[in-house]
T-cell receptor, first 113, second 109 residues
Framework: GAVVSQHPSRVICKSGTSVKIECRSLDFQATTMFWYRQFPKQSLMLMATSNEGSKATYEQGVEKDKFLINHASLTLSTLTVTSAHPEDSSFYIC?????????FGPGTRLLVL | EDQVTQSPEALRLQEGESSSLNCSYTVSGLRGLFWYRQDPGKGPEFLFTLYSAGEEKEKERLKATLTKKESFLHITAPKPEDSATYLCAVQADFNKFYFGSGTKLNVKP
């Protein structure tokens, strides 16, 4: 139980384009979803927390206009990286919260050329 | 200041050599402490949740314990497939989660 999927698993895009990453909780309802990014050999860095049906709460230093988060249902949250630049290249991981435990997706590797 | 510190940063063990990973924390209002395993290029895999001091949980060769200041992840007779980065996270008041930087475990055959 408590499975989270992400799509796509890998994406390569040109600088200036937008990329959407989907995060789905497959067998539970996640009232809260979290988005993280992870740089090589570093731990998870929380970007934002989203609750179903309300605006996401962004961590300090994360541009909300650049990283658009939508949590339209209890099983789906999306992260859109707008006008992507090479420095946005990273490993993006989402998680869904169920009974106080976070369950993570497999991650999305984004490469911006 | 709320924070989570894991040690050591890296640990090399021979197969069968038992050891422990440490996670120390200072947070206000501990709601839960979580252990995860992360393999390269993958998302963290949930292992354990501990809620109160004195609590212990086991899964195969892993055993997690919790005190008021720290948690230990004991690995008994590890195998090469136990090699991974082990992450500790703490949930505090207001649904805030704090992650440690992880311990990279390498078990040699």
């Amino acid at each position: 139980g408590a499975v989270v999927s992400q799509h796509p698993s890998r994406v390569i895009c040109k600088s200036g384009t937008s990329v959407k990453i989907e995060c789905r909780s497959l067998d539970f309802q996640a009232t809260t979803m979290f988005w993280y990014r992870q740089f090589p050999k570093q731990s998870l860095m929380l970007m934002a927390t989203s609750n179903e049906g309300s605006k996401a709460t962004y961590e300090q230093g994360v541009e909300k206009d650049k990283f658009l988060i939508n949590h339209a249902s209890l099983t789906l949250s999306t992260l859109t990286v707008t006008s992507a630049h090479p420095e946005d290249s990273s490993f993006y991981i989402c998680s869904g919260s169920s009974e106080q435990t976070q369950y993570f997706g497999p991650g999305t590797r984004l490469l911006v050329l | 200041e709320d924070q989570v510190t894991q040690s050591p940063e890296a640990l090399r063990l021979q197969e069968g050599e038992s050891s422990s990973l440490n996670c120390s924390y200072t947070v206000s209002g501990l709601r839960g402490l979580f252990w995860y395993r992360q393999d390269p290029g993958k998302g963290p895999e949930f292992l354990f949740t501990l809620y109160s001091a004195g609590e212990e949980k086991e899964k195969e060769r892993l055993k997690a314990t919790l005190t008021k200041k720290e948690s230990f992840l004991h690995i008994t007779a590890p195998k090469p497939e136990d090699s991974a980065t082990y992450l500790c996270a703490v949930q505090a008041d207001f649904n805030k989660f704090y992650f440690g930087s992880g311990t990279k475990l390498n078990v040699k055959p």
